[in-house]
DNA sequence: GCCGTTTTCGGCCCGACTGTTTTCAGTCG
């Protein structure tokens, strides 16, 4: 079993002792451990054969002894008690925005409800309205929070996805009689949340190939196997396609599995005036296959530039690589720095030093700090003398970290007016803010659009960090209109943040174009709790490929000296 | 259930918001 396994565990007893109302410090520690488990770089089961678990700060002798059960039989008596307690489907309830755990057994008790599908009919009866405590209101959110959770089912993150298809795709490259093989689909273009992994190999025998597949260790299942394709599932539900086909093929069957619907239909259109066909088994003209090695060979031969994956999405595209020779993009390799980075000052893991030693070592020139701000008190927001001792510990480590610069800044909370939360003599003194919402997202277009604009157009905002506040597959965006907020930045000289973190990817990259045109620069911002977390840098650069931005559209693609030149510009 | 320690038990984050009530419980971040 692993970490992160055992760490599901535990947030799983943590809910279920949520609902019984259990003691709510046994509870934080429950999904403390868990939080632990899931960041931790310890090897925790040569920890428990060693009986060292409780050296792990936030682990103590229980969950010591749980985590030792869990490795050696994958289960636990206590879990097991707990499911006999409380119905499955209650623990579902939970993810419900709106219920915590009172109204969750409330609902549960009083109605007789167990399943989301319960919930849901007992709502459109108006049951839910009529139990003490609650009224149409919530009934409403509740409604609305059920089809959210339904519209979410079956997609994953970017980067939850991709992480399965490495090790999918690994384990294809595997087996000897590949030649060839790449992850397609959605996950190549980088979209932001998936329905499934698609991997495109070539080899002389494909069925055994598919068959090394269908017998692959993660697989759990297999869903469907044809002389086509192969599809399997992950534990978690997660679905992978196979196709394996004849080398030759190889280039025109990866093309016709990344693109969209919408490009691919494109494109067909757009080879056929040009005499061409196309289709995943090759590129034809009067009926007799051109040879493409790669992809690359397909634009050739179709007069077109070469049109990254990231674009393939049927917005445009192929006119574009008609009339012009490159996209001008911007890659990962450009990345000259990081900006948005937390520590253990506010809510990180690590030191000032640790992270700004690791974003070094990742081949980096620069790290902005900007730790939460007071007012963010569930995430240890730093009080100003907090802020001046970090600005001094940088100060400090500046002169130690040879050629490499820390920026000092601060993610200060956008208040519910759009004030920021430090007076201006404590914000002055910094080489950049970012000002970002966290609270109070539920208020209408109008109000929101005017508070945040109210940020943007303070003097010492630097950027504007997440600004739709939306998290993938789980919190919709806030009404605010962002049109007015880019044009806003545009005149107030404010760089919009691309919040990298996979679960933000906020702006949204269709929103980029516009930016772009706006004259607004935009920075990728991993916004890192964690050094594992300043790699998410990546997932930022796929979504501005996707957004059409190019190098000198991104802030941190400067180097350290222009970088140092323009915040300061950027100051007045 | 964990931590820290005056080693045996008390403290563990808390303010803002929402919707419900009519003074506050529950949820959220």
Not at 18 to 29: D, H, M, Q, T, Y
Not at 359 to 383: M, P, Q, T, V, W
Not at 547 to 558: E, F, H, I, W
Request: proline share 3%; glycine share 8%.
């Amino acid at each position: 079993m692993h970490k992160a396994d055992i760490a599901a565990k535990f947030a799983e007893i943590a809910g279920l002792l949520e609902i019984l109302g259990e003691n709510p410090f046994k509870i934080r520690a429950h999904l403390n451990a868990a939080r632990v488990l899931e960041t931790t770089n310890e090897d925790i089961a040569s920890l428990a054969s060693e009986g060292a678990l409780t050296s792990i700060k936030g682990i103590g002798k229980g969950i010591a002894e749980k985590i030792t059960t869990l490795l050696q039989t994958g289960d636990l008596p206590e879990l097991k008690a707990l499911h006999e307690k409380v119905p499955g489907g209650v623990l579902d309830m939970l993810k419900i925005p709106g219920l915590g755990p009172k109204r969750v057994k409330a609902v549960w008790e009083n109605l007789g409800v167990t399943t989301l599908g319960e919930l849901e009919y007992a709502c459109n009866e108006n049951r839910l309205a009529t139990l003490e405590g609650f009224g149409n209101k919530t009934q409403e959110k509740v409604l609305k929070g059920i089809a959210t959770f339904h519209q979410f089912a079956g997609r994953w993150l970017l980067s939850e996805a991709t992480k399965h298809a490495e090790t999918a795709l690994a384990w294809v490259k595997k087996h000897g009689d590949v030649k060839r093989a790449m992850i397609g689909g959605s996950i190549r273009r980088g979209k932001e949340t998936v329905r499934d992994i698609d991997i495109i190999a070539s080899s002389s025998k494909p069925l055994e190939v598919m068959e090394h597949f269908a017998n692959a260790p993660f697989a759990v299942e297999v869903i469907a196997q044809s002389l086509a394709k192969t599809s399997v599932r992950f534990e978690n539900g997660l679905q992978a396609d196979l196709r394996v086909v004849a080398d030759k093929e190889f280039p025109c069957t990866l093309y016709r599995f990344t693109g969209s619907r919408e490009h691919n239909s494109a494109m067909k259109t757009f080879a056929e005036s040009r005499g061409m066909k196309i289709n995943e088994y090759g590129l034809f003209k009067d009926k007799k296959p051109l040879p493409c090695n790669d992809e690359t060979a397909i634009f050739e031969a179709l007069g077109l530039s070469y049109i990254p994956p990231e674009l393939r999405e049927g917005l445009g595209e192929i006119e574009t690589a008609r009339n012009c020779n490159v996209f001008d993009l911007i890659e990962y390799n450009d990345l000259e720095g990081l900006f948005h980075c937390h520590t253990k000052y506010s809510d990180g893991r690590e030191t000032l030093e640790t992270m700004a030693r690791a974003c070094k070592e990742l081949g980096f020139k620069y790290l902005g700090i900007s730790d939460h701000s007071r007012s963010a008190s569930y995430a240890g927001g730093l009080s100003i003398d907090d802020l001046k001792k970090q600005g001094d510990e940088i100060d400090k480590l500046n002169d130690k970290l040879d050629g490499f610069r820390i920026f000092k800044g601060v993610e200060s909370d956008i208040l519910g007016d759009g004030t920021l939360d430090y007076p201006d003599e404590v914000l002055e003194p910094l080489d950049f803010v970012i000002a970002s919402v966290h609270s109070s997202l539920g208020m209408d277009e109008k109000k929101i659009t005017t508070r945040i604009i109210r940020a943007v157009e303070n003097p010492y905002t630097t950027m504007l960090g997440h600004p739709t506040g939306r998290l993938l597959l789980s919190r919709e965006p806030c009404a605010v209109n962002m049109f007015e907020v880019i044009d806003a930045c545009a005149k107030n000289n404010v760089i919009i943040e691309i919040n990298a973190n996979p679960h933000r990817l906020d702006i949204d990259w269709h929103l980029m174009h516009r930016a772009k045109s706006a004259g607004v620069m935009l920075s990728i911002n991993p916004d890192a709790h964690r050094i594992a977390g300043l790699r998410h840098a990546k997932y930022g650069v796929m979504v501005a490929l996707k957004g059409g931005l190019a190098k000198a559209d991104v802030l941190n693609s400067m180097s350290l000296a222009d970088v140092t030149c323009e915040l300061a510009i950027r100051k007045k």
